[in-house]
Nanobody
């Protein structure tokens, strides 16, 4: 079993920065990809950013140039650096990972989410 635990959320003023972390633990041989998603009240969960094991990244248009996704493979931890935050970035942010834990295929796991609130 694999657990993902997010941290780093909080309340910040518009224009400020936050760094989210996602620590993966359990039986992990490798992490194929990690991603961050967010869900605002009354809205569907949406992709924020993803990164593959080779370092290829993908960002939602709304966060390009402001957010940076990265990983520390030695620590099985992913990060989301969020700069120039806007009130519309307010949401619960979820970490997602595709993990090789010894099963025939990669398994997808989700964290419990961390709240990010940006005040105007």
């Amino acid at each position: 079993q694999v657990q993902l635990v997010e941290s780093g959320g909080g309340l910040v003023q518009a224009g400020g920065s936050l760094r989210l972390s996602c620590a993966a633990s359990g039986t992990i041989f490798s992490i194929n990809a990690m991603g961050w998603y967010r869900q605002a009240p009354g809205k569907q969960r949406e992709l924020v950013a993803t990164i593959t094991s080779r370092g290829s990244t993908n960002y939602a248009d709304s966060v390009k140039g402001r957010f940076t996704i990265s990983t520390d493979n030695a620590k099985n931890t992913g990060y989301l650096q969020m700069n120039s935050l806007k009130p519309e970035d307010t949401a619960v942010y979820y970490c997602n990972a595709y993990v090789d834990s010894g099963r025939p295929t990669f398994q997808q796991y989700w964290g419990q989410g961390t709240q990010v609130t940006v005040s105007s």
